[in-house]
């Protein structure tokens, strides 16, 4: 709660409609047709009666009549407190204020306030638009005994749209209140922390943890005694959940329930091999990320967007390959496409991109900017710290049809996470270009034949309908299809420099072609039609 100091004789000194003797009788139900005994704290009176039409709901949700601050009139930066008369809560062992509330929009809030006789004190804080009539409960039990006053405290931002507030109540709550600020941390492929705050002095609780859109538990929860944090696990990758709690105040006394929270477990670490990325959409799949910001030393920032695109292709020579190309023109992107997190532990494996540049939105040839640059970056510390594998500048800029690079991941253990920074530098050269990444690869370790082998391979039809082609300079030994989701579809030994493989029974789709030679294996990628 924010805290403020607020003298006494500044209330009286503001405008007052009627002068009452404190509420002792409750509930107190006050539906705003007046505003008698209550006080505003600017003479300019900017808290008013309507019937919701001014820059408001259109409508009320008790009487005739609302009470709004009028933002759209009242001067950007003024404030003023609508405060109710004293209100003696000596029968009240809960008091619980509930009030109605609308903001069609803009960024002005309203707090909620709570004057002791001493301190005024924030104990809540409206959200910026609530573009419906909504029913607000704030639970006071510290204020129990005493003589206080409530009231609204409104800021002018010059808004389109007046906030405004009906059918206010005070009455007895109920005798187990609902825990509140409910948060989600440390979220996994697999689990979470969750935690929140208590609604009063009660210190044990349940809570539901089930798949998003289920709606409010019918049943009991799982029971938590004297913490109000828990770990929670045996969750499924990659899916939406939400959370309820609610207080167990004993002897079958519960309060309502709390939330939901709603939360998105993270993808599972990849560990099977060979693992094959295509880049034929945006994000490549839901377990990538995207940061519209961020320079390696720091890490990417600004999550969830970025200028990498899809619907952009380069020719490898055999045909049009799907990317995710980043458009480097100015002088101000610092853009990250971020791959999921990979375990090694299960030996040694190679990482195999194949990136290119070409003119904006064309298979033409370009050249990047003078200070222009794209990173391939690795984290080992889950983004604490990042490593460049490979920074492709003008130097030594892709080709046109694109360049294999391949890395040895060797001897290395546990779990690794891969991205793609993008920076168009601090020049703003004349260069208007994509870069693209067409394909991603993790699998078995490959030797310098293996990187060698990749100009001696010829593959024809790309795309194929009936029967792939392949030629190599060397006898080829084996070659294999696997589907995207790294399944063996079809199987040929030979021993010829040149196979045909039977792929007309396959579906329409993307598949690759492990081809195995006498100087090592490499990866086609073919598209069936």
């Known amino acids: 709660m924010k805290k403020i100091t607020f003298l006494f004789a500044l209330l009286l000194s503001g405008f007052v409609f009627g002068q009452c003797d404190p509420i002792t009788s409750f509930p107190y139900a006050h539906g705003f047709e007046t505003l008698d005994c209550w006080t505003n704290?600017?003479?300019?009176?900017?808290?008013?009666?309507?019937?919701?039409?001014?820059?408001?709901?259109g409508s009320v949700t008790e009487g005739a009549q609302a009470v709004f601050f009028n933002d759209y009139d009242f001067s950007s930066g003024s404030t003023s407190d609508l405060m109710s008369p004293y209100l003696d809560t000596s029968s009240l062992?809960?008091?619980?204020?509930?009030?109605?509330?609308?903001?069609?929009?803009?960024?002005?809030?309203?707090?909620?306030?709570?004057?002791?006789?001493?301190?005024?004190?924030?104990?809540y804080e409206t959200a910026g638009t609530v573009n419906t009539w909504t029913e607000i409960v704030i639970d006071l039990p510290q204020y129990a005994g005493q003589t206080i006053k409530i009231g609204f405290r409104g800021t002018s931002v010059y808004g389109t749209s007046n906030p405004h507030i009906d059918n206010l109540v005070v009455a007895e709550g109920p005798t187990c209140l609902a825990p509140t600020g409910i948060t989600v941390s440390a979220i996994s492929a697999n689990g979470a922390t969750l935690s929140w705050t208590a609604g009063n002095t009660e210190t044990d609780y349940e809570y539901v943890v089930q798949a998003a859109g289920t709606g409010e538990p019918t049943a009991?929860?799982?029971?938590?005694?004297?913490a109000t944090t828990v770990d929670i696990s045996s969750l499924d990758p990659q899916t939406d959940y939400e959370v309820y709690v609610r207080s167990d105040c004993g002897a079958g006394d519960f309060s309502s329930w709390t939330g939901p929270v709603v939360f998105t477990t993270l993808c599972a670490t990849v560990t099977t091999y060979p693992d094959v990325t295509t880049?034929?959409?945006?994000?490549?799949?839901?377990?990538?990320?995207?940061?519209?910001?961020?320079?390696i030393i720091d890490g990417p920032s600004d999550l969830g967007?970025?200028?990498?695109?899809?619907?952009?292709?380069?020719?490898?020579?055999?045909?049009?390959?799907?990317?995710?190309?980043?458009?480097?023109?100015?002088?101000?992107?610092r853009d990250w496409l971020i791959s999921p997190i990979y375990d090694v532990s299960v030996g040694d494996l190679s990482l195999i991109v194949h990136v290119a540049v070409t003119n904006w939105n064309t298979e033409a040839a370009d050249n990047m900017g003078s200070d222009d640059e794209v990173s391939l970056l690795m984290t080992a510390d889950y983004g604490t710290t990042w490593t460049v594998l490979e920074a492709w500048?003008?130097?030594?800029?892709p080709a046109t049809n694109g360049t294999e690079f391949v890395y040895d991941l060797s001897g290395m253990t546990g779990e690794i996470q891969f991205a793609f920074l993008g920076s168009d530098g601090t020049t703003d050269d004349s260069q208007d270009y994509d870069f693209h990444v067409g394909y991603m690869e993790l699998t078995s370790a490959l030797s310098v034949q293996n990187i060698e082998l990749t100009n001696a391979l010829r593959s024809y039809p790309n795309p194929v309908i009936h029967s792939l082609t392949i030629q190599s300079q060397d006898n080829i030994q084996d070659v294999t299809i696997f589907n995207m989701l790294g399944q063996r579809v079809a199987r040929l030994a030979s021993n010829a420099n040149h196979v045909q493989v039977d792929m007309s029974t396959l579906k329409t789709g993307v598949y690759f072609a492990k081809v195995t030679t006498a100087k090592g294996t490499e990866t086609l990628r073919i598209l069936k039609q």
């Open 220 to 226: 009991s929860g799982t029971a938590v005694t004297g």
């Open 305 to 333: 967007s970025g200028s990498w695109r899809s619907g952009t292709t380069y020719n490898d020579g055999t045909s049009s390959v799907p990317s995710n190309a980043i458009n480097l023109y100015s002088n101000n992107k």
């Open 41 to 57: 704290s600017s003479t300019s009176t900017p808290w008013a009666l309507d019937d919701g039409s001014d820059f408001g709901p």
């Open 279 to 295: 880049f034929d959409n945006n994000p490549p799949t839901d377990c990538w990320n995207e940061a519209d910001s961020g320079e």
């Open 393 to 397: 500048n003008a130097s030594n800029q």
């Open 93 to 123: 062992s809960l008091p619980r204020l509930t009030f109605d509330y609308y903001d069609g929009g803009g960024s002005d809030t309203v707090e909620v306030l709570v004057f002791d006789g001493t301190d005024t004190v924030v104990v």
